[in-house]
């Protein structure tokens, strides 16, 4: 068997997933559909969009498939048609066992964490939040349990000190696109050979950092109840997008949702210069170094205090 001979049904939904389903398309592997979220009206004029993954798709001439429902008859029919030998998953909806088992070789998933940690919708948000120093890509079977399944490759990558998820996001999905064909080519040789693909089952942890979707509650920064480290970690994990959100008294006036997209953490309270804002915490205090008023362009602090005045 080679890469041209082997049927891959590819399912994912946002940007990251693109960079791999790319890297498959133009290295010649056989992907003969793609399965994604349904469109949905978005923006004032409330215009359908599609998702990032089926325009890509239909750019190349690609059948996409995008059920309401993952256990839909007329879906799950509609799949078997294309006669996948192997499934592979990249930022999608947790599927059914009907769906993950129809092809022979099995579905396998990319997962943007250090597997066993952070399974859920956001892994790469929730290490960087949690001020961890390193992250990576763990490619995995899929089994019932979501994100539980053994592992087949592990890459690691450092998180810099003050670097936020936006650039985590894009090197990981640069480094998706060698996992994702190493992968496929690993198990393309064991098929050849006869042989099982060598996985590992996920190591027992004592703490498991759980990684769930982030609705905008999440993301309002509560200083009173942060250290100023845990606030800088807040920021980085959740900037460029969904960002970090606060209400500012600043100058006498009130500020309601302001995003915040940059600070600085210092250990003591800081006395306020010109063009600062500082903002004390439950320890230390943070200084916003960029953020976004409703209506107003992202704005550095200065800008900001200038455009009061």
């Known amino acids: 068997m080679t890469k041209s001979d082997l049927r891959i049904v590819y399912l994912g939904t946002p940007e990251f997933a693109v960079a791999s389903l790319r890297t498959l398309v133009e290295g010649g592997y056989n992907v003969v559909a793609v399965v994604t979220m349904p469109d949905k009206p978005a923006g004032r004029g409330h215009q359908v969009q ?8 239909l750019e190349v001439g690609l059948p996409v498939l995008q ?29 059914p ?33 949690n001020g961890d120093r390193e992250t990576g890509l763990t490619t995995f079977m899929l089994k019932h349990e979501i994100d539980t399944g053994n592992m087949i490759l592990q890459e690691r990558i450092p998180i810099g000190e003050d670097e936020n998820v936006g650039s985590v996001h894009d090197r990981l999905m640069e480094l998706s696109k060698e996992m994702v064909t190493r992968t496929v080519d690993l198990i393309i040789d064991c098929e050849n050979k006869g042989i099982q693909v060598p996985t590992t089952p996920q190591p027992e942890v004592a703490e498991l950092r759980p990684a769930p979707k982030i609705f905008k509650e999440d ?13 800088h970690n807040f920021v980085r994990g959740l900037s460029p997008y969904p960002a970090a959100w606060t209400n500012l008294t600043v100058q006498g006036q009130l ?9 600085e953490a210092y250990p003591r309270p800081l006395p306020e210069g010109k063009g600062d804002i500082i903002v004390p915490c439950k320890e230390g205090a943070v200084r916003i170094l960029e953020l976004q008023v409703p209506g107003k362009k992202r704005m550095d602090a200065r800008s900001f205090l200038n455009g009061i005045h």
């Open 50 to 57: 599609y998702s990032d993954v089926k325009k890509y798709a």
């Open 67 to 95: 059920p309401e429902k993952l256990k839909d008859e007329a879906f799950i029919e509609e799949l078997k048609s294309y006669k996948a030998d192997l499934q592979i998953v990249v930022a999608f909806r947790m599927l």
């Open 97 to 129: 066992e009907v769906v993950w088992t129809m092809p022979r070789l099995g579905t396998f998933s990319i997962h943007g964490s250090l597997l066993p940690q952070y399974r859920g919708a956001a892994p790469i948000n929730w290490a960087v939040m």
């Open 219 to 231: 993301c309002e920064i509560h200083f009173d109840r942060m250290t100023a480290e845990q606030v």
């Open 255 to 263: 500020f309601e949702n302001v995003k915040i997209y940059k600070v």
